[in-house]
């Protein structure tokens, strides 16, 4: 991870797993996020992802989704 990019950390669940060379999609509380494009993954667990975009350091913290 790049230390002079920007670092966002947030809770939320994958639309689509997480690809290098894509944008990641990420639902929200209030919505959908769409990043820029992917650069590198690393997984902490199955509930925590951490990526790098070009403009940006995130860390995702997994919310399952329950099913009715």
Do not use: W
Not at 9 to 32: C, H, K, N, Q, W
Not at 43 to 64: M, P, W
């Amino acid at each position: 991870m790049n230390p002079h990019k920007k670092n966002i950390e947030l809770t939320g669940s994958l639309i689509y797993p997480i690809e290098v060379g894509e944008a990641a999609f990420i639902r929200e509380a209030d919505g959908m996020r769409r990043t820029s494009t992917v650069l590198r993954t690393k997984k902490i667990s199955a509930q925590e992802i951490c990526f790098e975009t070009v403009n940006t350091n995130y860390r995702l913290h997994v919310k399952q989704e329950v099913s009715a």
